[in-house]
C-alpha cells in the first residue's frame, strides 16, 4: 500500500532551470494538494486540484504550474527556478475536504 | 479568508505531565478543524479531526482536542505526554462555506519537547 508517493526526495536546481516534482497517489482520491514548508511558517498551499482535468491556484501559486489529466498524478512543475523557491514540497491526498489527507515524505528543493 | 493561529513555537513537557498545544482560528462559516503531526524528515501526519458533533474529538496515539465555537479554539491535548510524543505539531482549518475551494490552511506549527 504504497499511499502518496514523490520524487525525487532531494533536488538541486540552478537558478533559471526548471523541474517536474511527480507526485502520485494510488487510493484514488479525488482531492490532491501541493504545499511548500518554510521554516516558521507552516505549510503553504500552492495549487490543488478536486478531481482530474480541475486544478486551481493557492496562496502561493506564482512561478509554479500544475495538471491534473489523471486521477492518480498531480505534477508540480516550477518554470525557472528562483532561490526563493528553496523549500520542502508536499503533496497530499483525501477523499474529500473533510477527510484525512495523506501526505507524502516530501522533496527537499535547493536552489542555487 | 481562513486562518489559523498557533501562538508557541515551542511548548515544554515533563515525561508523564499532561499536555496543551494551543490552537484558534478564523472562518466566515463552519469550520473543518484538524490536527497533523510530523516527524523529522517525514511527511505530516494525521491525529484527529473536528467536523461536526461531540465538541471533545480523540484521536491517534491517545491524543484529544477539544472544539469551542464561542472562543474559536481547537486545542490538542494528552492526560500524560510520552517522550516519543516530541514532534512538530500542526493545526488545519477548512471554511465550510468554500464550497470545496481553497484546500486547507495551516498554522506554522508548535514543537512539542517532551523531557524525561
Known amino acids: 500500500n504504497a499511499g502518496v508517493t514523490q520524487t525525487p526526495k532531494f533536488q538541486v536546481l540552478k537558478t533559471g532551470q526548471s523541474m517536474t516534482l511527480q507526485c502520485a497517489q494510488d487510493m484514488n482520491h479525488e482531492y490532491m494538494s501541493w504545499y511548500r514548508q518554510d521554516p516558521g511558517m507552516g505549510l503553504r498551499l500552492i495549487h490543488y486540484s478536486v478531481g482530474a482535468g480541475i486544478t486551481d491556484q493557492g496562496e502561493v501559486p506564482n512561478g509554479y504550474n500544475v495538471s491534473r489529466s489523471t486521477t492518480e498524478d498531480f505534477p508540480l512543475r516550477l518554470l525557472s527556478a528562483a532561490p526563493s523557491q528553496t523549500s520542502v514540497y508536499f503533496c497530499?491526498?483525501?477523499?474529500?475536504?473533510?477527510?484525512?489527507?495523506?501526505f507524502g515524505q516530501g522533496t527537499r528543493l535547493t536552489v542555487v | 479568508a481562513q486562518s489559523v493561529a498557533q501562538p508557541e513555537d515551542q511548548v515544554n513537557v515533563a515525561e508523564g505531565n499532561p499536555l496543551t498545544v494551543k490552537c484558534t482560528y478564523s472562518v466566515s462559516g463552519n469550520p473543518y478543524l484538524f490536527w497533523y503531526v510530523q516527524y523529522p524528515n517525514r511527511g505530516l501526519q494525521f491525529l484527529l479531526k473536528?467536523?461536526?458533533?461531540?465538541?471533545l474529538v480523540k484521536g491517534s496515539y491517545g491524543f484529544e482536542a477539544e472544539f469551542n465555537k464561542s472562543q474559536t479554539s481547537f486545542h490538542l491535548k494528552k492526560p500524560s505526554a510520552l517522550v516519543s510524543d516530541s514532534a512538530l505539531y500542526f493545526c488545519a482549518v477548512r471554511d465550510t462555506t468554500g464550497g470545496g475551494a481553497d484546500g486547507l490552511t495551516f498554522g506554522k506549527g508548535t514543537h512539542l519537547i517532551i523531557q524525561p
Open positions: 497530499a491526498s483525501s477523499s474529500d475536504w473533510n477527510t484525512e489527507a495523506f
Open positions: 473536528y467536523i461536526t458533533g461531540d465538541n
